[in-house]
Structure formats: C-alpha cells, structure tokens
C-alpha cells in the first residue's frame, strides 16, 4: 500500500459546511477502498498565481492517506466533477507504507484536522510580502552604490 498526500483548491467563497463535505467524501471514499485516512490539514485561503474559473482565491487542503490505486483515481474523478474544486494534485510519499506505524507516528505529533487549521490572516500575508519587496529594494539599491566608488557627493 502507498501513502499519499493530495493538495485540493477549492473556492475561497464556500462555506466551512462545504468544506468539510469534500473532507468527509475524501474519508469516506479512502477507508471504503480498504485504505487509512491519516489527516486533512487546512492550509488556508491564500491567493492564486493566475485566476483559475474565474476565481482569484482558493482554499488549499491537504490530504494524507495510505491506499490502493484505485482509491487515487476514484477520487481525482470526485474532484474533476465537483464545481468547488478549481485544482488538486495527488504525489506519492512512499512507495511501501506500514499503515500502524505511520498512524502512530502521526499521532505521537499530535497532528488533526484541528491543529492544524491555523493559517495567517490575509493581513498578515500582505505584510510579509510588502516587507520582503521593500527589503530586496534596499539590497538592491546599496549594490547599486556599492558600484559607484568613484563618484563624489
């Protein structure tokens, strides 16, 4: 059995109800198929490189799992038929998983859909980004007087 982790984006206007439906499909659809769900971790609404239907924000969620192929490609056809999904992308971690021994492991760091739901604010984010585009101005312009050692005030 291989283990998985499946990114999905989903519209940044759903509800958490909704949300929470696709996770529950994803349980459901994974232990169905004889496979574990280990986690589905909220890694929060963040903007998108370029608009994807219309839309300029997603929710990204990802999905830890151990299952059988078919498990993969009944849920990637889930997803392609859902309208809330805008992308999701599915990568093996490991090739051959003991099921009980990565559940344990999981567990002993006290990772849950819960603990994981923290995200930063937008506000946060924009902060961030303007601070890094300032710092790389900065960088650039003391190179740009780094360059000039023979000019006088």
Known sequence: MREYETVVITKADLPDSTLNQ???????LVEKRAGRFFYAR???RKQLAYPIKKQIKGVYTCYDYAAGGNAVSEMERGFRLDDNVLRFLTVVKTEDVDVEARAAEIMARGEDVSSQAEAKPEAEVKAEVKT???AKTEKKNKGDEAERPGEEE
């Open 22 to 28: 696709i996770t529950e499909k994803v349980k459901a």
């Open 42 to 44: 909220d890694m929060g």
């Open 132 to 134: 890094e585009a300032e």
